[in-house]
Every structure is written in structure tokens, then in C-alpha cells.
């Protein structure tokens, strides 16, 4: 474990906290008015390791090489230049700071950190962190790696959960759930949705695929796999054989068979290490899943009626009406997926680059997913 401490006078700033991976939704943008929940589990901090907010710089003032070697190998609009290594914490844990009202920035609900760190020692006011918690955004405290210091816990640091562990104890993310919004005088209102998360995890998992399909077509196997995938690919991808044919696979399940071309895998939260499969299927193009998403989608929770007939026992709960379901198709998420697409060496084909500037150039309300 470890905590932060600020780099001008060593005071300290949060409480012990744990490593784990950043969250696949941790840059998303969700809705218009959506009340987010905190990005990061308490006793947790992920480290991203891109720029995140200003200054920026438009993509034709960036030399094609220096975008390569910040991992970038397709146009985007702008690219941050402020520092990596932003440290990403709940809100809860951070301590001895203040808030900066002047650098509130162009937020609607809350603080968006567009005008950069916001939150100032107590101390000695150094700028140390910047506070999201503006609404469409996940609630999140970013430490500047620049102003903080990583301090170790004296003791024993637990290892990471073994894949075995995580298959039996991992947590499953529902892929449906109430989204708040801001209700006006009435106070807060909800609408059933499909997850954010989701929708995030879809969107970096399409990347993966696109690059995995090699331009053929790619079948997801059926159900819930593939109302959040197979509509997507069928519009991104040329139709007819052959088909590239992707499958689920991880710790506890099955072992794929060798004509699977594509493996759908957890991703660890601890480590960030994608699962690894063994044997014929280790040459099998590895696409990452949050584990939460992975869990449901290799074992979803049923929501099928029972039939009966006749009144209902007396000590028997009532279970209807059925729960919610969204009223839309499902659509991944289309910064995450262009976030990561243009991320990947293979976004360099020549029959990605013309996709990624197709979908750059639509709206939002336009893109087939």
C-alpha cells in the first residue's frame, strides 16, 4: 500500500491506499445531465499513464513522429500536453487539501478541472490535484505526478488475487441499471439504461475486434454477446464468408476449441494483464473485457418467467412486474472506441484509417453503435 504526500512541503494528502488498473470508463463522457457515481474504489488509486486536460495542441501543430511516440498512430482532434502519470483516486480519500475557487472552469453541475488543478495543499498551497465531479462525468480526484510523491506503507503488501480467485470471487457488473439525472425542483429523477461501464468496455473491446477481423466479417456467439456486439461489427465490417469467429474465454471456463480465431478475456483489475490462453489457442487475437462484464457475460443472471397456475402461496413474495429493460439496442461507447482504436499499431491499414476519419466526421447521433 501507499500514500501521497506533497512534493513542496511532505504533508499528506491521502489515505493508504491500494494499487489497481484504471477503470476502462475512467475518460468516458456519459449522457447530458447524468449524475455519474465515484470513478475509483475507496482504498484504491489506478495510475493513468496518458496526458489528461489542457493545454492542447491540434492535431496538424503534432509531427507524426512525436505522436507515434506518445502511442498515437491515427488523426484525432487535439491532443492533451499536460503531464502523464496523473494518480486517480476517489474523492473520499484524498486529505489535507482545499479547494481553488477560482479555477472552477466551464462546469455545469459541479467541477470539470478544465482549468487545471483545483485543489491546493492546505499547507503550503501548492496546486496538487484536480476534483471531477461535474454531471456526465465520473467522480474522480487526479493527484498532478508532478506536485505529489508516492510514499510506500511500512508492512506486508497482499499479492494480487489469483485468475482461479477472481473467477469465484469477482464481482459481476449488471449490464443494466438506473442512470440519476438532475430532476429540477422535484429533486434528482432516474431512467433505466443500459450500464456506462458497459458501454465503455464495449467500446474498447470493438477496437480490438475490428483489428482482429482483418476486414473479414466476425461472429460474436449469441444472446448477450451479441446485442452488445454483432449489430456493430455487421455495420463496420464487410458482409459474407469467411468468417473470423470469436469466442468467450478465461479462468473456469472451457477450454476453446483451435478454430476460434478471437478469444473475448477478462482483463485482471489489480494488475491490468490480460488473460492468456495456452495450448492451440495461444496464437487466438486476445481482446480485453473488464472482469465484471466478462463474469456476466459467461454466466448472465437469467430473468425468464416461471410458469405457474393457480393464486400465489401466502408466504411466496411477488416478483412482477419483470425487471426494466432499456428500450433502445445496445450502442458502445464511440470516444472510448475511437480513444482506443487510434491507439493500436494496426489503426495504420489503410481500410482503418478511412474508418477511423468516416467516424470522426459523424455525429454522434449518426454512428451505427
Same mark, same amino acid.
Given at each position: ?68 511516440? /506518445? ?78 510523491? /508516492? ?149 448472465? /443472471? ?68
Amino acid at each position: 500500500m501507499f500514500f501521497f504526500v506533497c512534493a513542496g512541503c511532505g504533508a499528506e494528502l491521502t489515505t493508504a491506499l491500494s494499487p489497481v488498473s484504471l477503470p476502462v470508463h475512467a475518460r468516458q463522457k456519459y449522457g447530458n445531465g447524468a449524475q455519474l457515481p465515484v470513478l475509483m474504489e475507496s482504498g484504491t488509486f489506478a495510475v493513468d499513464p496518458d496526458p489528461w486536460g489542457g493545454p492542447w495542441r491540434m492535431w496538424d501543430e503534432i509531427d507524426p513522429d512525436e505522436a507515434e511516440a /506518445r502511442g498515437i498512430y491515427a488523426p484525432v482532434h487535439a491532443l492533451s500536453d499536460s503531464a502523464p502519470g496523473a494518480s486517480v483516486i476517489a474523492p473520499g480519500d484524498i486529505r489535507g487539501t482545499r479547494l481553488i475557487p477560482e479555477k472552477r472552469g466551464g462546469a455545469c453541475c459541479g467541477l470539470d478541472g478544465a482549468e487545471g488543478p483545483n485543489m491546493a495543499c492546505e499547507t503550503c498551497d501548492l496546486p496538487v490535484a484536480t476534483r471531477v465531479d461535474d454531471c456526465s462525468l465520473w467522480q474522480a480526484v487526479r493527484l498532478s505526478p508532478d506536485a505529489v510523491h /508516492r510514499i510506500p506503507v511500512d508492512g506486508i503488501h497482499a499479492a494480487p488475487l489469483s485468475w482461479s480467485e477472481l473467477a469465484q470471487k469477482g464481482e459481476k457488473t449488471p449490464p443494466f441499471e438506473p442512470i440519476a439525472t438532475w430532476g429540477g425542483r422535484l429533486g434528482p429523477s432516474h431512467y433505466w439504461s443500459w450500464s456506462p461501464q458497459w458501454e465503455a468496455a464495449a467500446g474498447q473491446a470493438l477496437a480490438h475486434l475490428l483489428v482482429a477481423s482483418h476486414g473479414r466479417p466476425v461472429k460474436v456467439p449469441g444472446g448477450l454477446t451479441a446485442d452488445v456486439f454483432q449489430r456493430a461489427l455487421d455495420a463496420l465490417l464487410p458482409a459474407g464468408p469467411p468468417k473470423r469467429r470469436a469466442v468467450l474465454a478465461g479462468p473456469g471456463q472451457p477450454f476453446p476449441d483451435a478454430s476460434a480465431d478471437i478469444l473475448l478475456v477478462p482483463v485482471h483489475p489489480q494488475t491490468g494483464q490480460t488473460w492468456t490462453p495456452a495450448g492451440p489457442t495461444a496464437s487466438a487475437y486476445p481482446v480485453p473485457l473488464p472482469l465484471g462484464v466478462w463474469l456476466w457475460l459467461v454466466s448472465p /443472471r437469467p430473468y425468464l418467467p416461471v410458469p405457474a397456475s393457480g393464486r400465489l402461496p401466502r408466504d411466496v413474495l411477488r416478483d412482477d412486474p419483470l425487471p426494466l429493460l432499456p428500450t433502445y439496442a445496445f450502442r458502445a461507447d464511440r470516444d472510448t472506441f475511437l480513444r482506443t482504436l487510434v491507439r493500436l499499431p494496426a489503426v495504420r491499414s489503410p481500410w482503418l484509417l478511412t474508418l477511423v476519419e468516416n467516424l470522426t466526421q459523424r455525429t454522434r447521433t449518426h454512428h451505427p453503435f
